[in-house]
């Protein structure tokens, strides 16, 4: 065997044995063995720089140092699921699965890590790409870092596709993170919260040998590409499995609904047992053309669903309330708690919703409450121990004037939230908007926090969102901690952020409802403020995915004069109330017809179809109904789709004679 050889031997030898150890859970050789092998190995490769090989299992032990991480498009958006909480939840979701779909299906149960997602990139069986969630539109590139996961393979083996896309999620295990800790203890250094956060963090850390002594791991739950080995998604978790990749045993089919809250069940005690923290179930359908075809919300896919466990609990005392205002000035009561242990981080405070929350569970001051803690959410008091309550203690009154500025709350029929009616003086309200105002995700303005926001409305300088384009930098320059070089670096903030995209501009605007998506949605809809603010609410329920509430509230929002006053202004001082142009449509042959797209075809695929029907003007909805113009059917259509089409005579139309109509 001469060198070369020896090396590719090594190299394929050390594969097996990390497969073995990491993914399969069943060592082969002595660790003194594997380390005399590894050794070989970097000694043979740096005496030997021509046989460089940047996936070589001598990779993973980390070594480079990343500067900063390039931020990457998702090739397809990486989204999050809807949760449930009860079987109720679940029959919910099997119910509005079997509305859309009317042939047989089976469910996939999985465990849902408590992780960091990832998405991996496989090109010819060798890992290219690893990307973390970012925005969901576009993550940061952690290949460097990803290559340090002893169970992912930097190369597969088998019959994988040229190129796909698997998703995962990064973890570090209940005994690792111990392990991970007892060495922070040992420096005396501050232990880490928890393996969620741990694993996250881990992997933007720029030195990979350190990202290598974190002791990652990872599960593949979501393999995605053009040319998947099968229709069905638990065979492509196997066949993944064949390639190398870990996959989950627990991972299970299921015929119905009940086999799924079987399965939930099971799990909700059996995770501690489980040598890594979950948070839940994801439950998924499983043929991948099913999936295509139930599609997506704004927000998740339709196809599947996440069941979140109970989150846990602890006690501790209610040390007093206090009141926030809201930039819509509804009140939200809050606790100030004895600080406490939950999930991993301390809690000090936590919200208690409103009024009837406080009545129904009869919270007082200097309770003992319990505290719970779901996810990311804010934790909430969820109870109160009655037996532990002061004999004097006095049930609590809510107020009935507003904290900040003095003025009666109102609270609406059916509305469970007190508001402060004085939007146009509560400092808090107007602060509130402009916090919303420039947040990162809307007008995202530098050198402006919410401190400076704070001093700016008490000092009157600002009232209105419009005031900000209007500020001059001796008027700023008096204010406390403001030096000349932060004035004018506020100043050139503002006057950057007018290039601020539409979409985001009216995000900023805070109308109720109107979150970032939605804003996205309708900025590429109406393109300009104009034809938004003079669209009918029927127009507006007209537009994909805009339901009753949004539409109400944007009708309300711009019926306001003071609102249509603040565009005015706003767009005196040339914000931008224009969308990008979007891309052209290749024709408007489809204009105004509403498409529904079912079946299995030939020539192109579900998804290709849609994007054609959109580039000819016209609109993908999911289900048929009498504004359906027509039925795009393949092969496999359900019968009870052709039956409501038939009832409802809509024309159903050939894969064919929809290439003719559009050419
Ligand atoms: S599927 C569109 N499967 O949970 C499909 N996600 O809220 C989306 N997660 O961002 C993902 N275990 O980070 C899926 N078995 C699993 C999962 C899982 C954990 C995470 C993932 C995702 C979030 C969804």
């Avoid at 040998?209 to 492509?236: A, I, Q, W």
């Avoid at 202004?569 to 204009?591: I, P, R, T, V």
């Avoid at 113009?629 to 050939?654: C, H, Q, R, Y």
């Amino acid at each position: 065997m001469n060198t070369e050889e020896r090396i590719s031997f090594l190299r394929k030898e050390l594969e097996g044995y990390n497969h073995s150890y990491y993914v399969l859970d069943t060592p082969v050789i002595s660790d003194f063995e594997f380390d005399k092998l590894m050794s070989e190995l970097i000694g043979l490769e740096e005496e030997n720089p021509e046989y460089q090989d940047d996936l070589s299992p001598t990779k993973k032990v980390g070594g480079m140092v990343i500067d900063s991480f390039n931020t990457i498009n998702h090739k397809f958006p990486m989204l999050s699921l809807s949760n449930t909480y009860n079987a109720e939840d679940l029959n919910d979701f099997d119910n509005r699965v079997k509305k859309l779909i009317d042939v047989p299906f089976q469910y996939v149960c999985e465990l849902k890590f408590d992780g960091a997602s990832i998405s991996l990139t496989y090109v010819n069986g060798k890992l290219k790409q690893a990307l973390t969630r970012g925005d969901g539109t576009k993550g940061d590139d952690v290949t460097e870092n990803v290559k340090t996961i002893r169970s992912l393979p930097l190369k597969l083996k088998g019959d994988f596709p040229e190129e796909f896309e698997i998703r995962g999620e990064i973890l570090i295990s209940k005994s690792d993170f111990e392990k991970l800790n007892d060495q922070k203890i040992e420096k005396e250094e501050k232990p880490f919260s928890n393996p969620r956060n741990t694993a996250s963090g881990s992997l933007k850390m720029h030195d990979t040998k350190e990202v290598y002594n974190r002791l990652l791991d990872c599960f593949l739950y979501h393999m995605l590409g053009e040319n998947l080995p099968t229709k069905e998604h638990f065979s492509n978790l196997e066949k993944a499995k064949s390639w190398g990749l870990k996959v989950s045993d627990t991972t299970e089919v299921k015929s119905d609904i009940y086999g799924v809250i079987d399965y939930v069940n099971y799990w909700d005690t059996a995770r501690y047992d489980l040598p890594f923290e979950i948070d839940g179930i994801v439950i998924k359908v499983n043929n991948t053309d099913l999936q295509e075809e139930l599609g997506f919300t704004s927000k998740f896919p339709r196809w599947a669903i996440s069941y979140k466990f109970k989150s846990e609990q602890v006690f501790t005392k209610l040390n007093s309330i206090s009141y926030q205002v809201g930039r819509t000035g509804a009140i939200t009561p809050v606790a100030n708690l004895e600080p406490v242990q939950l999930a991993g981080t301390i809690v000090k405070r936590a919200s208690l919703h409103n009024a009837d929350q406080i009545e129904k569970l009869d919270i007082r001051v200097g309770d003992v409450v319990y505290v719970e803690k779901g996810g990311e959410i804010i934790p909430k008091v969820v109870g109160v121990e009655l037996k532990d309550r002061d004999l004097l203690s006095q049930p609590t009154e809510f107020i009935s004037t507003c904290p900040d500025c003095n003025t009666e709350l109102v609270r609406k029929e059916g509305d469970a939230k007190h508001y402060c009616p004085n939007s146009e003086n509560c400092n808090q309200q107007i602060i509130g908007k402009f916090e919303h105002f420039i947040g990162r995700k809307a007008m995202d303005i530098d050198g402006l926090g919410v401190e400076t926001i704070e001093l700016l409305v008490k000092e009157n300088l600002i009232s209105e969102i419009s005031d900000l384009y209007l500020l001059r930098k001796e008027q700023i320059l008096p204010l406390e901690r403001m030096a000349e070089k932060s004035a004018e670096n506020l100043i050139s903030g503002i006057e950057e952020s007018k290039k601020i995209p539409f979409e985001r501009l009216l995000f900023a605007l805070g109308i109720r409802f109107v979150g970032e998506t939605v804003a996205k949605k309708l900025a590429n809809h109406y393109t300009t403020i104009d034809n938004l603010m003079s669209s009918t609410f029927e127009e507006l329920l007209a537009v994909d995915e805009i339901g009753d509430k949004i539409a109400e509230s944007l009708v309300h929002y711009f019926s306001k004069e003071k609102n249509r006053v603040l565009i005015h202004n706003l767009k005196g001082h040339n914000l931008c109330f224009l969308a990008e142009k979007k891309q052209e449509n290749l024709s408007d042959k489809l204009s105004g017809m509403a498409v529904v797209v079912s079946g299995v075809f030939t020539h192109h695929s579900r998804n290709e179809l849609k994007q054609m029907i959109e580039k000819h003007g016209g609109k993908n909805v999911s289900s048929i109904s009498k504004k359906t113009t027509f039925v795009l059917s393949g092969d496999n259509m359900g019968p009870s789709k052709k039956e409501k089409a038939e009832e409802l005579g809509i024309p159903l139309i050939s894969e064919e004679e929809f290439i003719n109509k559009i050419s």
